[in-house]
């Protein structure tokens, strides 16, 4: 059996619609699955109102802005005390304590922001011991 250039042309034709059709379809998938990555970190996030704690944890990074949000959370009266964290050693602060430049460590900052904002240092607890806050 012969094809006849007509029946090319036919399979041709349907052959570039397909194409089309796929990549349509592919295009919608793509646009819907970003829209659904887009706002699936709002499905995930929890807004309930804060709630009296026995503390309040201040973990390593984002000086002095974790320290902040301490302070206020502690003024509000949402708990009696407030703990921060002592910071892994790192490279650099292990070179500088060697060579007695003198190294302070975050915590240190810390806590001197809680006490500017009006946290009593009686109130606040240092967690001893090299905790890393990464995963």
Not at 68 to 88: D, Q, R, Y
Not at 108 to 119: A, D, H, M, Q
């Amino acid at each position: 059996m012969v094809e006849t250039p007509q029946a090319v042309k036919v399979d041709r034709r349907s052959l570039t619609q397909r194409r089309w059709l796929l990549i349509s379809v592919g295009v919608v998938l793509l646009v819907s699955l970003a829209s659904v990555f887009r706002f699936a970190g709002s499905w995930l996030s929890v807004q309930d109102p804060l709630e009296p704690a026995d503390a309040i944890v201040v973990l390593g990074g984002h000086l002095p802005f974790r320290a902040m949000e301490a302070a206020a959370i502690f003024n509000k009266g949402l708990a009696p005390e407030i703990w921060v964290t002592s910071p892994a050693a790192t490279v650099e602060s292990t070179t500088l304590e060697k060579l007695d430049v003198g190294f302070v460590p975050e915590n240190t900052y810390s806590v001197r922001v809680l006490n500017r904002l009006g946290v009593p240092s009686s109130a606040v607890r240092l967690i001893d011991g090299n905790i890393s806050t990464r995963a």
